[in-house]
């Protein structure tokens, strides 16, 4: 079973709208990270934003929201307010488990591509 | 961003010669990871390590070793590459206090 899922292979937006990008997750541990990843077409990943399982409150970081659903387990995403640089590759990512008994390695979902239009 | 450089940046190679890719850190974090990316794959661990010498496989390891001698260089070794090894690898490192992963640049490989 797919550990992380980003069900939008491609999403379009206009400029300045905001915009949801899509994350489910499945894990029976108590503990974990999710973490959200920006690639441009230049190739790089960006660190977006992060969100522990344990947080109460949902995570924000500038235009970059986190809509934390623990009991449905999902972690979508929400860009506000888009501009014409967002237009990227954007990656979902699960830590399962602790940091310090998983060494942190991180589970990734295939990607949905964002386009913001002018 | 975390002074993470990787080289070389591109690579063509042919079948069944051995490749090493390098990632370097100047940040002294102690977990370093090596990622692969391939089209409807998304990133997928292939080693990482949590100490000089201390390394451990990911998801898909097999054909890939590494070596850590030294905190601040991470060795990616295909002994033997094949054409399923073209891709994109991706070095990361996160320090102790915050599991964030921060990347490098990439290395495009392709494995004629």
């Known amino acids: ?28 541990d108590p503990s974990y990270g999710l973490f959200w990843y920006k690639q441009p077409s230049s190739g790089e990943m960006i660190f977006l934003i992060y969100q522990g399982s344990y947080d109460q ?9 986190l809509n934390f659903q623990k009991a449905r387990k999902s972690a979508n995403l929400v860009i506000s307010a888009s501009q014409l640089g967002d237009s990227a590759m954007y ?21 949905t591509e964002l386009s913001v239009k002018p | 961003d975390a002074g993470i ?11 069944g010669t051995p490749v090493t890719l390098r990632c370097h850190q100047t940040e002294n974090h102690r977990y370093m990871y ?7 794959h998304g990133l997928r ?3 990482y390590s949590y100490g000089v010498k201390d390394t451990d496989k990911g ?4 054909g890939y070793s590494v070596s850590r001698s030294k905190t601040e260089d991470f060795l990616l070794t295909l ?6 090894q073209t891709s994109v690898y991706f070095c990361a490192l996160s320090g102790a206090l915050t599991d964030t992963q921060y990347f490098g640049p990439g290395t495009r490989l392709t494995v004629l």
């Open chain 1, 1 to 28: 079973a797919q550990k992380i899922t980003q069900t939008q292979p491609g999403m379009f937006v206009q400029e300045k709208e905001a915009v949801t990008l899509d994350c489910t997750y499945d894990t029976s």
């Open chain 1, 57 to 65: 409150q949902n995570a924000t970081e500038g235009r970059y929201s």
């Open chain 1, 91 to 111: 990656f979902c990512a699960m830590r399962e488990g602790s940091f310090y008994n998983q060494g942190g390695k991180l589970i990734f979902g295939q990607g």
């Open chain 2, 5 to 15: 450089t990787q080289s070389p940046r591109h690579k063509v190679t042919e079948t």
């Open chain 2, 34 to 40: 090596w990622y692969r990316q391939d089209p409807g």
């Open chain 2, 45 to 47: 661990l292939i080693h």
């Open chain 2, 59 to 62: 998801e898909v390891s097999d």
């Open chain 2, 79 to 84: 002994e033997s590459a094949t054409s399923s």
